[in-house]
């Protein structure tokens, strides 16, 4: 599914480049989970923006499936983006003038993907069926991490990118944000790239690797 082979990525400083990521190898199988973790400026994020087509290595390559990121143009990777990523943040990232049944299906539709049977479901599983006619504003942070989530899922992506996902909700509100995800996930081919800070929250996941000067240091997997 996704394999990221000795990618490197450095960035311009009034000290001179700073080296961020050195020679990072990953796999990441069909219908897997990782865990991405490190201390704050180990690169987390920036490996993530890599993977999602929104930065360029200066080394390596990435690919996901048969296609190789660094040999994509920016309208090729947009399109890739829409077809075959799901992303979700920390901030939810939902459309203010949106309510939320249009929220949920926006992504699907601009991959040409939109599939109201698929919808529906999601929009059971996932509690939102009083909630489908509310704009965000109306809904707690939970309730809009819920909305989010299935946004990302809703074009049944191939590849799921979540940053921080649960980093502004309470523990109670986190597991049960968390639960639903993987349960969703359990019943699709849709890998799962995260970060996080959160050893509670990684354990959940089939893998755990650590950024450490640059490299990735497993530090657990089943």
């Known amino acids: 599914m996704l394999q990221v082979q000795g990618v490197f990525k450095s960035y311009a400083t009034p000290q001179g480049p700073l080296a961020v990521l050195q020679g990072v190898d990953l796999h990441l199988g069909p219908g897997s989970s990782l865990a991405l973790m490190g201390e704050s400026g180990s690169g987390k994020s920036t490996l993530l923006h890599l993977v999602a087509g929104l930065d360029q290595v200066d080394g390596g390559s990435i690919r996901l499936g048969s296609q190789r990121l660094e040999q994509m143009s920016e309208s090729q990777l947009a399109n890739w983006r829409r077809t075959e990523v799901g992303l979700v943040f920390q901030q939810f990232n939902l459309i203010g003038s949106l309510r939320v049944e249009d929220n949920l299906g926006f ?85 799962l790239l995260m970060v996080t800070h959160s050893h509670r929250v ?13 490299r990735l240091a497993a530090s657990g997997e089943v």
């Open 107 to 191: 992504q699907a539709r601009l991959a040409g993907r939109f599939d109201p049977r698929w919808q529906a479901q999601l929009v059971e599983r996932l509690g939102l069926g009083d909630l489908l006619r509310r704009y965000p504003e109306q809904l707690s942070g939970g309730q809009q991490q819920r909305v989010a989530l299935g946004r990302a899922l809703a074009s049944k992506p191939g590849l799921l990118l979540a940053d921080e996902p649960t980093g502004s909700l309470d523990e109670a509100t986190s597991d049960e944000v968390l639960e639903l995800l993987l349960e969703l996930l359990a019943d699709s081919p849709t890998s």
């Open 202 to 214: 990684a354990s959940r996941l089939q893998q755990t690797v650590e950024l450490q000067r640059g």
